[in-house]
C-alpha cells in the first residue's frame, strides 16, 4: 500500500501544492459543498415533525458537526483514502482492490465483488440526483428575491442542466481551469455568512458538545433515527472524495478538506442555526435569508455556478467510473472520446451522458422542488457508502494485516454509523427513494448479465476450440499457401486456435507469414508500466502468442502497445500487419447457463456494444470482421 501511495503522489510532484489545492476544492468537493443549500431546511420542512426550538437546532447542528468528523474526518480521510489502488481510488478501483485481498478465499470474493457493484449502481443513481437537486435548490433563491417567479424555477433549472450536458462532449478543459477559484470562493463566501449569522447567537457554538446530539435523541425518540435520513444530505459527495483521488493525490485532498472546506461548512451550517433560532420562519429557506438582501443576487449567481460545477464533477465521475468497469468486464463496450490531448483521464461517453440527462430531467419534472428531491436522495448516497465501509473492511483485514483488536471496533463503529444513516433513509423508499434505488438493482442486474454472459460466452466458444499445438502440427503436415504480412488474430483464450483463423483458412485458404494471436488482459492495477506491457511467445512456423496487459484505467491502444513488441521475427509496420476480429452473434437455447430473459438480455448488450475495432483504436483500412453463431 505505501508503494502505490508513494508512486500516486510522486506523479503529482511536479504539480505546485496550491494548484493541487485549488483544483481538489474545485473538483472534489462541489458536491458536498453545495449540501448547505438544502440540509438544514430538510431537517426542519421536510416532513420530520422537528419544530425550529433553541434544543433542536442546537442537537441537529451537533449531529451535522459529528456526522461530518466521524464520516468524512475518521472514515474516509483517515481510512478509505489510504485504500488506494495503485494512487487510484473510487468504488471500482476498491472492488478491484478487495477482489485481489480475498483470492484466496473464493466465496468472500465473490460476495465483495456483489457488494462492489452494487455500490457503483447506487453511484450513478447518485449521478442523476445530485445536478437536479443542486441546480433545484440553487434556483429556488431567485423566489425570494422575486415575487411570482415559483412557477419558472423548473424550466430554469431544467435548461440550465439541459446545457450541463450539452456541453459535456466538448471538453471541460477550458472551463475547468475556473472551477477551482470559483469552489475557492464558494467556500469562503460559506464561512463569512456563517460567521456573520454567529455573531447574532453566538451560543450555537455549544452544538460542538456531542452531549446536545445525544440529547436530541432522548428528547425526540420517534423521530431521532429518523431525522438521520436529512443530516445525512451534509455528507453527500463523501464518495467523491474517494473517487478523485487519483487526480491530486491523498494529500492535498485531505489539507483542502481540513484547510478550507470543513471550517466553511461548519460555520455555515452553525450561522444557519443561528438565524433559525433567532427567527423561526426562517427554516423556509435560511442558506439564502443568512445573506444581506443586497448580496442576495449575487449569492443565487454564486450558488448557481457552485451547483454547476458540483454536477460536472459527478458527470465526470459517473464518466470515469464506466472507462474502469468496462475494462474490468462488467459493462459492455462504448464509444469513449478523449476530449484533452493532455489530460488522459478527460474523457466523454456519449451513451452515459445522455441516459444520465434524460434520468436528471425526469426526476426535476417528477419532484420539482429540491425537498422533494431530498427524499430520494439518501437511499443511494448511504448505499454506496456502506458498500465502501464493507469492502475497506475486507482491504484492513486481508490485505493490510490490521490486528482484528484494532480493526474490528473502528470497523463495527463505522458500519453502526452508516447503518442507522441507511436504515433512516429506507423508509424513504416509499416517497421517491425506489428511483435511485430500482436504478441501482437495474443496473446491477446488467452489469452481472454482461460479466456472466461473457464468461459463458468464451466457455462456448472454448467448447469446439481446437488446441494451438495440433493446429500447427497439421500446418507442418499439409503447409498451406502462406502470403506476405503479419496477421493478428484476436482471442480471449490463449492457446486455442481462434474462430477467425479458421475461417480465414477455410475460404481464403491462405495463411500468412507470421501468425500473431493477442490476447488483452486487464489488470486489478490502475495502469501498467511500459516495460510490463507485452509478453511474446514463439511456437514455431510463424506462430506467435501476444499478450497485451492493461490497467483498468489504461488507454487501450494495440497498435501502439504492439510497437513494444521488439522481436526481430515480428514486423508490426501497419501496411503489412492486418487485423482479424471476430464478431459473435448469440442465438439462446435451452443449454445450462443463464436464465432465458437474461440470455436475450446479454445478446441484446452484444449486439450493440462497441466493437474491438474502435475499442482497440484498430486501423480501419486494416480489419477484417468475421462472424461467428455461438449457442448460450
Known sequence: MGHATSQAEAGHSSVKPLSLLVGAVGVAYGDIGTSPLYTIKEVFVGGYGVQAGHDSVLGILSLIFWALVWVVSFKYMALVLRADNDGEGGIMALTALARRASSKYPKLQATMIVFGLFGAALFYGDSMITPAISVLSAVEGMELAFDGLDHWVVPI?????????????????????????????????????????????????????????????????????????????ALTGAEALYADMGHFGRKPISRAWFGLVLPALVLNYFGQGALVIENPEAVRNPFYLLAPGWALLPLIGLSTLATIIASQAVISGAFSMTLQAIQLGYIPRMYIQHTSSDAQGQIYIGAVNWALMVGVILLVLGFESSGALASAYGVAVTGTMLCTTILV?????????????????????????????????????????????????????????????????????????????????????????????????????????????LHNMLHNQVLHEQVVLLTVVYEDTPRVPAAQRVEVESYGEGFFRVILHFGFIDEPDVPAALKLCHLPDLDFSPMRTTYFLSRET???????????????????????????????????????????????
Request: hydrophobic residues 55%.
Open 157 to 233: 433549472a431544467l435548461i440550465v442542466l439541459v446545457g450541463l450536458f450539452l456541453i459535456q462532449r466538448h471538453g471541460t478543459a477550458r472551463i475547468g481551469v475556473m472551477f477551482g477559484p470559483i469552489m475557492v470562493l464558494w467556500f469562503v463566501t460559506l464561512g463569512v455568512l456563517g460567521i456573520h449569522g454567529i455573531v447574532q447567537q453566538p451560543e450555537v457554538l455549544h452544538a460542538v458538545n456531542p452531549v446536545w446530539a445525544v440529547r436530541f435523541f432522548i428528547d425526540h425518540p420517534g423521530i431521532g433515527v429518523a431525522v438521520l435520513g436529512a443530516v445525512v444530505l
Open 393 to 501: 473492511a475486507s482491504v484492513m483485514l486481508l490485505a493490510w494485516k490490521w490486528s482484528p483488536i484494532i480493526a474490528i471496533p473502528i470497523l463495527v463503529g463505522c458500519l453502526l454509523v452508516d447503518g442507522l444513516f441507511f436504515a433512516a433513509n429506507v423508509p424513504k423508499v416509499v416517497q421517491g427513494g425506489a428511483f435511485p434505488f430500482l436504478a441501482g438493482i437495474a443496473l446491477f442486474i446488467l452489469m452481472t448479465t454482461w460479466k456472466r454472459g461473457k464468461q459463458l460466452l468464451v466457455d462456448r466458444i472454448d467448447e469446439g476450440g481446437l488446441p494451438l499445438p495440433i493446429f500447427i502440427s497439421s500446418i507442418r503436415v499439409q503447409p498451406p499457401h502462406r502470403v506476405q504480412g503479419t496477421a493478428v488474430f484476436l482471442t480471449a483464450r490463449p492457446d486455442a486456435v481462434p474462430h477467425a483463423l
Open 586 to 632: 448469440v442465438v439462446s437455447t435451452k443449454l445450462a447457463g443463464m436464465a432465458r430473459w437474461r440470455e436475450g438480455l446479454f445478446a441484446f448488450m452484444l449486439k450493440n456494444a462497441n466493437g474491438n475495432l474502435r475499442f482497440f483504436k484498430l486501423p480501419y483500412n486494416r480489419v477484417i470482421e468475421l462472424g461467428t453463431q455461438v449457442e448460450m
